[in-house]
């Protein structure tokens, strides 16, 4: 298949199926307004990401959500899986290839489990961007409504003649013994904001030489955060690194790096330098008005909906002298404050639970010793001035100075500015922190809230909030988010007049503060709530009941986890078990393999998290096929995915095995364990791993009961099921590969992925078949695959027999209640139905009809 139809043409092909949306339309401002350049975006019906193109992936996110590929000529496409995907930090991403590799169209990049991440993220909205825009001259989508992965075009290009040129690293010695960096196109989709600017001028205190940062023109100390901010560097702007000093080759060099790759943020893949562009600046917001008197508009910072109460919030005035002490001793009390102002934002950071949203009071942190702020507040109390005068006009100096900035973004940083700012001013007057002492039911109405004031809301009583200044992204917005708290920035200034205690409905989503809302709004809205929150209390207030047809049967119902923390999430929200332990996250993502000590510790403080009372199921090591190990060197599979891989790899490497083995059976003691083989498609592989288990548990003198089991993914498998439950204690069967080895379809392919349905009439009776030979030696049987958590495809399962539902931890209290409505001998009929259809149409409508009764 040939990408480029001419010369200057390329063509993208749809890296998903699904419909198209306008990059513009997509409910995130980073890809509506092209901060990272320009595209389109599909909402995605199938869930395996393809290469649009042929080239080089030269970007795979460590969360495996975004991808970028790198065409010869390079153009640089990234695809980024749904919106803020990447505070699922990897969990139900799968990558398909590695950085560096070399990609062809329709191969399969990344595998998603589209109901995980449609339940946890913002949207599955998938965008397809260029980020070397300069390379692009026109844009054309598609006509086409809906595209089919891997066969429609999605996107062409038509290319400028231009070739990019330069290195980021490269450097060239001026005449007056001065260093300039080749000019380097800045990445960030945001621009040169407070984090990144807070690690560019952090690197650069580690040198000597005098640095700058040049933009058209204009110059900002490189080791001063507010004023990197206020060169007002953005996204595909041109700036160079200019060093004086004794180790100015070397900081130039190291500064053009880190600007490159995006100081510190991930950007999608790293532009490379370029000459100079003329690039927009952003234009600031026009205000929002509405019609309605009833009604104030802002921008939607945070969605959500809240029904509560106005409570304005005013700012305190802090008072200070003029004129100061002794300057050494106006110097200290500086110095004080500032310490202890870095010690109170460590304190902050503990207790935002995303190490990102953190990560903007680590950029706090670093404004303390921003040394234009101190060069100006030491000044200022040289000439005899308070250290509270002196810190205050500094401050509030620079925050003006953002404020006026056309940039949106960088002039919302001046409320950071001023939090920082004020948070020191208090410490040197001697005034506590306030908390807000606010009524039940409230929503808050301020000119802004500081990150501070925003990290440190009572959730209890803060139903909400608007501000007049601020927007979505402002880090008020983005903390607003994690914490999910419904909230409306830039809102109208009629909102400052409003009384306490007036009647509102907050609408995050919409932007949207409705006033005095008639109390059958009031009515409609909160029975909206209830209903939505409703089935979930309630599923959450009976997930402790052990999940029991209405006739007697218990299924037990455990998880899928693939580390600590879900194990400890799935104990509170009722799992009774671990049903799957990935173990290969331990493996993955590093260097060389985990130590016997490093495998001892995590598996043991999983067990323990569960109790002596749950089943703790280890799969072993399962890597080969679409798993790599990069410090396991394998040779090339023209098929790996019936090569090398699981158990196979595992007895290939008995050292690998015989490690782990002794890793998981140290944490016997504190579970009910049980260790699980992947890829068995042989007796000799089964006898083979039990002689190695045993044969370690002597070694360590392990007493406590440990089962064995199989997974069962492949046919043969499955047909042999009463010959291979003679050996093992039970099975687990791992419904996506066993479709995929079942049908001969390969899960990741353009055209029959869609196919690849785990409700086939075939992969059914293999279910049922593994089944009933488990039943006749008395061995229970589990299903860890995606069915597992399908709530259509429970009634079928329990029908069929399955002993126990091993699902994602966030589905826990939806299936645990849902088994509890069934009769046993009812999902019985309904499988014996099932069985004996012939197309997945038919399965599939069959199971919504029990789904619907």
């Known amino acids: 298949m040939n990408n480029s139809t001419q010369a200057s043409r390329l063509d993208l092909f749809a890296p998903l199926s699904g419909v198209v949306v306008a990059i513009e339309s997509v409910p995130d401002p980073v890809f509506a307004q092209k901060m990272v350049g320009d595209g389109i975006s599909v909402d995605p019906i199938s869930n395996h990401l393809l290469a649009p193109i042929a080239g080089k992936v030269t970007q795979l996110h460590s969360s495996r959500h975004a991808i970028t590929i790198t065409t010869p000529a390079g153009v640089e496409v990234l695809i980024h899986i749904g919106l803020d995907t990447v505070m699922m930090r990897g969990e139900g991403f799968t990558a398909k290839v590695a950085e560096g590799a070399e990609v062809k169209v329709g191969q399969p990049l990344i595998e998603f489990d589209a109901d995980l991440v449609a339940r946890k ?39 400028a003649g231009a070739t990019l040129v330069g290195n980021a690293s490269s450097v060239a010695p001026q005449a007056d013994a001065a260093i300039q960096s080749a ?56 700036i160079f690194v200019k060093a004086i000093g004794p180790d100015a080759g070397q900081a130039a060099k190291a500064l053009a790096e880190l600007i490159a790759s995006g100081s510190g943020e991930d950007c999608g893949g790293v532009l490379p330098a370029v000459a100079a562009k003329h690039i927009p600046k952003a234009q600031t917001r026009p205000a929002l008005k509405s019609n309605d008197p009833n009604v104030l508009m802002g921008v939607s910072a945070s969605p959500g909906l809240a029904v509560g109460h106005i409570f304005q919030v005013k700012q305190e005035v802090i008072d200070v002298h003029e004129a100061g002490d002794k300057p050494e001793l106006e110097k200290r009390r500086l110095d004080v404050a500032l310490k202890e102002a870095y010690q109170q934002l460590e304190a902050l950071k503990g207790e935002i639970a995303d190490p990102e949203k953190a990560g903007i009071f680590t950029a706090h942190q670093e404004l303390l010793s921003d040394p234009d702020l101190l060069d100006l507040a030491t000044a200022a109390i040289s000439q005899g001035k308070s250290a509270g005068f002196a810190w205050r006009a500094a401050f509030t100096s620079y925050a003006d100075k953002l404020a ?158 693939g580390g600590l923390e879900e194990a400890q999430h799935s104990v509170k929200l009722g799992g009774e078990g671990v049903g799957l332990l990935r173990s290969e996250f331990l493996y993955l993502e590093r260097t060389e393999a985990p130590s016997e000590a490093e495998q001892d510790k995590i598996y043991s403080d999983i067990a323990k998290s569960l109790g002596k009372d749950r089943t703790f199921v280890v799969r072993t090591l399962d890597v080969g096929g679409d798993k790599p190990l990069p410090y396991l060197p394998m040779p090339a599979e023209e098929n790996p995915f019936l090569g090398v891989r699981g158990v196979r790899l595992c007895l290939a490497e008995p050292e690998l095995l015989h490690t782990q083995i002794r890793a998981i059976l140290r944490s016997a003691e504190h579970a009910k364990l049980a260790i699980m083989f992947p890829m068995i498609t042989s007796l000799e592989e089964v006898r083979e791993v039990k002689r190695i288990v045993a044969e370690e548990k002597a070694v360590l003198g392990v007493t406590a009961a440990v089962q064995i089991g199989i997974m069962v993914e492949v046919p043969a498998t499955a047909v042999m099921a009463e010959i291979f439950a003679r050996e093992v204690d039970f ?123």
């Open 404 to 561: 006026k900035l056309k940039n949106e973004i960088l002039a919302g940083r001046a409320n950071d500015i001023r939090d920082i700012g004020r948070r020191v001013l208090r410490l040197i007057a001697g005034i506590k922190e306030a908390a807000f002492e606010v009524p039940d039911d409230a929503i808050l109405i301020a000119e802004d809230l500081t990150p501070s004031d925003t990290a440190s809301l009572d959730r209890n009583k803060v139903l909400g909030f608007c501000t007049i200044g601020g927007g979505a992204t402002s880090h008020v917005a983005i903390l607003a988010r994690s914490l999910n708290i419904p909230a409306i920035c830039g809102i109208e200034d009629a909102a400052l007049q409003l009384a306490n205690g007036t009647p509102v409905i907050l609408e995050g989503s919409k932007g949207c503060l409705r006033l005095n809302p008639s109390p059958e709004e009031v009515s409609s809205i909160r029975e909206r709530q209830l209903k939505l929150a409703k089935r979930q209390a309630e599923e959450l207030a009976a997930a402790f009941e052990p999940a029991t047809t209405t006739d007697g049967v218990c299924v037990e119902v455990v998880a899928n986890i």
């Open 121 to 159: 993220a913002l949207s599955l909205l998938t965008q397809m961007v260029i980020t070397t825009g300069d390379k692009v001259v026109k844009y054309t989508p598609t006509t086409k409504k809906t595209v089919v992965a891997g066969q429609d075009i999605l996107l062409s290009l038509d290319l």
């Open 183 to 238: 000019a380097v196109i800045v990445p960030n989709p945001t621009g040169l904001h407070a984090r990144p600017a807070a690690v560019l001028a952090n690197m650069a205190k580690t040198f000597t030489s005098e640095l700058k940062l040049v933009r058209a023109g204009d110059e900002a100390n490189a080791k001063s955060v507010v004023s990197i901010m206020g060169l007002e560097v953005q996204h595909g702007d041109s």
């Open 731 to 853: 099975f687990s069967i791992g419904t996506n590969d066993l479709t995929q080895y079942t049908l001969a379809m390969d899960r990741g392919h353009p055209k029959l992925a869609k196919d690849a349905d785990a409700m086939h009439p075939g992969v059914l009776r293999l279910i049922a078949n593994t089944v009933k030979g488990a039943h006749t030696h008395g061995k229970w049987v589990g299903v860890c695959g995606g069915i597992a958590s399908d709530p259509s495809a429970v009634p079928l399962l329990i029908g069929m027999g399955v002993d126990e539902l091993s699902v994602s931890v966030p589905a826990i209290p939806a299936v645990k209640a849902l088994v509890r409505t069934l009769s046993k001998a009812d999902c019985q009929k309904l499988a014996a139905e099932v069985l004996q259809m012939g197309t997945v149409a038919e399965v599939r409508t069959r199971l919504s009809q029990q789904l619907a009764d």
